[in-house]
């Protein structure tokens, strides 16, 4: 990966195709992508990032840390006027942010699931998560924090591990508990919230947007699509049942036919 705009990225695909911005889950980093990357790039120019604080992105911002800022400095950087957004989870919620300040700069978006700043609703079960990875990381334990989110968002609370390739669960283990080790650096950073926030300004989202949900997700995700779907211009639902927070990781090919499908009728 290089570097550019303090985000560490890599770029692949024809320069002439349109731009696709993959942005990764909080569980994980760029790496998320890699078992679609090679499909995509065959017709189109991706990029996927590193977000400040995930996989090789760690330096300290200058103030505030910001990821939609961080976003678009990277595209400034790289020379894309326009590009179509994928984000899953945390990076779902930063991509509907990006949308919301820069709406001339997002063709389309691609909520694979909603996450982060689309959240609205501590229900049961993300408390229940939210105090098991609290108990873990007090206890210094990193593999069973990071364990913890498998079992939460790779497995989901509806099915066994065993269910699960155990591929996609060990990748996302390692990548979050990276994610531990490099985000302990950024403890004491102050976050620049958008204000207001993104789930009040859904109708400022003028891109036509695909939300992807996974049926042993967590309420507070199927919450978030319900908002979505009544809040957004232009929206479509899809559930796949088969999945849990990260579809994209455990169906890729069908994630891209799905994405290709809804690059098409975006258009560019």
């Given at each position: 990966?290089?570097?550019?705009s303090?985000?560490?990225?890599?770029?692949?695909?024809?320069?002439?195709?349109?731009?696709i911005l993959?942005l990764?889950?909080?569980v994980?980093?760029?790496?998320?992508?890699d078992?679609?990357?090679?499909s995509?790039?065959?017709?189109?120019?991706v990029?996927?990032?590193d977000?400040?604080?995930?996989?090789?992105?760690?330096?300290?911002?200058d103030g505030?840390l910001?990821?939609?800022?961080?976003?678009?400095?990277?595209?400034?950087?790289?020379?894309?006027?326009?590009?179509?957004?994928v984000g899953?989870?945390?990076?779902?919620?930063?991509a509907?942010?990006?949308?919301?300040v820069?709406p001339?700069?997002?063709l389309s978006?691609?909520?694979?699931p909603?996450?982060?700043?689309l959240l609205?609703?501590?229900?049961?079960?993300l408390?229940a998560?939210a105090?098991?990875?609290?108990?873990?990381?007090?206890?210094?334990?990193?593999?069973?924090?990071?364990?913890?989110n498998?079992d939460?968002?790779?497995?989901g609370?509806?099915?066994r591990?065993?269910?699960v390739?155990?591929?996609?669960?060990?990748a996302?283990?390692?990548?979050?508990r990276?994610a531990?080790?490099v985000?302990?650096?950024f403890d004491d950073?102050e976050?620049?919230?958008?204000?207001?926030p993104?789930?009040?300004?859904?109708?400022?989202?003028i891109?036509?947007?695909?939300v992807?949900?996974g049926?042993?997700?967590?309420?507070?995700?199927?919450?978030?699509?319900d908002?979505l779907?009544?809040?957004?211009?232009?929206?479509?639902r899809?559930?796949?049942?088969?999945?849990?927070?990260?579809?994209?990781?455990?169906?890729?090919?069908r994630?891209?036919?799905?994405?290709?499908?809804?690059?098409?009728?975006?258009?560019?």
């Open positions: 990966m290089t570097l550019a303090l985000l560490a990225h890599e770029r692949g695909g024809p320069g002439d195709a349109p731009t993959l990764h889950a909080g994980a980093d760029s790496r998320m992508w078992s679609l990357w090679d995509l790039t065959r017709d189109f120019d990029v996927r990032c977000l400040r604080g995930f996989g090789s992105s760690t330096e300290l911002p505030t910001s990821h939609r800022h961080d976003v678009l400095a990277l595209l400034d950087g790289l020379g894309v006027g326009r590009c179509h957004l899953a989870s945390f990076g779902a919620g930063v509907a942010e990006v949308a919301v820069a001339d700069r997002v978006l691609t909520l694979s909603p996450g982060g700043s609205a609703v501590r229900t049961p079960d408390a998560f105090d098991a990875e609290r108990a873990a990381l007090a206890a210094g334990d990193l593999d069973a924090a990071a364990e913890v498998v939460t968002w790779v497995v609370p509806s099915r591990a065993e269910d390739d155990p591929v996609v669960r060990e996302v283990r390692s990548m979050q990276h531990f080790e985000g302990a650096a950073v976050e620049d919230e958008l204000d207001p993104v789930l009040d300004r859904l109708t400022e989202v891109a036509p947007t695909l992807l949900v049926g042993h997700d967590l309420e507070t995700t199927h919450d978030a699509a908002r779907v009544a809040g957004l211009p232009d929206v479509r899809v559930d796949w049942p088969d999945a849990a927070h990260l579809p994209s990781m455990e169906h890729p090919e994630f891209v036919d799905l994405l290709r499908d809804h690059l098409a009728t975006a258009g560019d």
